[in-house]
């Protein structure tokens, strides 16, 4: 099955800006939609960003909109988050995810995504 693996998380000051991957293995990668969550520490794991198979649409929680993009280039199998202005808030462990979902609108719904990856910290220093 799908194996994702997330990098690029680190240390980061208050309104700077960090680029995270995520990589996946198999040849099927360019047929899913794709999503980012996380989960600060004593919180529940919240939705960031969806992104459809092709890369022709997108979708944000309203938190990271405006600051956060989501990318992905198929012919790498890696999906991209680039994050800007960074807060303190935005702290916590990143991880990416396939979407089961057709919209990416539904990508939000914790429980229709599968295959999670192990894992980044992202740490926004005050």
């Known amino acids: 099955q799908v194996q994702l693996v997330e990098s690029g998380g680190g240390l980061v000051q208050t309104g700077g800006s960090l680029s995270l991957s995520c990589a996946a293995s198999?040849?099927?990668?360019?047929?899913?939609?794709m999503a980012w969550f996380r989960q600060a520490q004593g919180k529940e794991r919240e939705f960031v960003a969806a992104?459809?198979?092709?890369?022709?649409?997108?979708h944000y929680s309203n938190t990271v909109e405006g600051r956060f993009f989501i990318t992905r280039d198929n012919a790498k199998s890696t999906v991209y988050l680039h994050m800007n202005s960074l807060k303190p808030e935005d702290t916590g462990v990143y991880y990416c995810?396939?979407?089961?979902?057709?919209?990416?609108?539904?990508?939000?719904?914790?429980?229709?995504?599968?295959?999670w990856g192990p894992g980044t910290q992202v740490t926004v220093s005050s």
């Open positions: 995810a396939v979407c089961k979902e057709l919209i990416v609108t539904q990508c939000a719904r914790e429980l229709v995504n599968d295959f």
């Open positions: 198999g040849r099927a990668f360019r047929s899913y939609n």
């Open positions: 992104i459809f198979w092709s890369g022709g649409s997108q």
